[in-house]
């Protein structure tokens, strides 16, 4: 499926690396990216719904301090912090603090730092 075109549309990101056939692994691994070699030989990859595509690079130092976040969707949260950590990343924030939206962050091999999300808190809590 092509990526869905228009004017605004976060399209790409930059993810710092050191290994980066490392760290497209974990991200193929935890999130099932499609990690793919770009006409140029670098790796780059495409998120699992076709809108997102970004690659790896070298030379920068990791996104680990506050200031802009990148969250990623899931659809089971326990089972990705638990892939997450499988795979060499680690869980810096758990479920809970941003109550009631579902959310984690992490922290890659590397040491940059995402956010979580799990659709689903506010409509599931307030049942409750």
């Known amino acids: 499926m092509a990526p ?5 549309k976060i399209c790409y990101v930059e993810i710092p690396a050191g ?31 076709g809108q997102v595509s970004g690659t790896w690079v070298t030379g920068k130092p990791p996104a680990s301090e506050h200031g802009l976040r990148v969250y990623i ?3 089971d949260m ?13 869980i810096v924030e758990g479920v809970g ?24 808190g506010r409509q599931q809590n307030q049942a409750v």
């Open 73 to 75: 969707m899931v659809d």
């Open 97 to 120: 603090a941003h109550w009631p939206e579902i959310t984690a962050r992490f922290r890659d091999p590397y040491g940059n730092i995402f956010s979580l999300y799990q659709e689903g």
């Open 4 to 8: 869905r075109l228009g004017n605004g």
């Open 19 to 49: 290994d980066i056939p490392s760290l497209a692994a974990f991200y193929g691994s935890v999130f099932g990216w499609n990690v793919r070699n770009r006409d140029d030989g670098h790796l780059a990859f495409d998120d699992t719904v």
């Open 78 to 90: 326990e089972a990705t912090m638990a892939s997450v950590v499988a795979n060499g990343g680690e």
